[in-house]
């Protein structure tokens, strides 16, 4: 919002209309200029401001990306782990399983034969 500058009517006395309005108009004229020279510094900082935010986000996405691969290695390192793991407990499950059925049926093959020849009798 512009503000004219407006001087007291005792110095338009003093000195006359033309000279207090060439003053007047001096002073707007000086206003006028900083408002534009602010404006502009003000963008100018904006824009750099702009700039390092836009580079430093983009600095911090490719940095956590980084983190993110390196995470995904790692996860993908410790799954192969498991698997091998997974499949080592398998197999020594499908063992005990073996030998816990085997035994159970030469035990039942065993009291079958027994009662079969306890019935003859």
Do not use: C
């Amino acid at each position: 919002m512009p503000v004219t500058a407006k001087l007291s009517r005792k110095f338009y006395e003093q000195f006359g209309d033309d000279i207090a309005g060439e003053l007047v108009d001096w002073f707007n004229a000086v206003d006028l200029t900083y408002q534009t020279q602010l404006r502009e510094m003000n963008d100018l900082n904006w824009e750099r401001f702009k700039a390092t935010l836009l580079a430093e986000g983009a600095a911090i996405r490719s940095e956590l990306r980084g983190e993110l691969r390196a995470g995904l290695a790692e996860l993908r390192t410790e799954m192969g782990g498991l698997r091998t793991e997974t499949a080592t407990m398998r197999s020594e499950l499908h063992k005990w399983m073996f030998i816990y059925w085997s035994g159970a049926v030469v035990g039942l093959g065993g009291l079958i034969v027994g009662m079969a020849i306890f019935v003859r009798r």
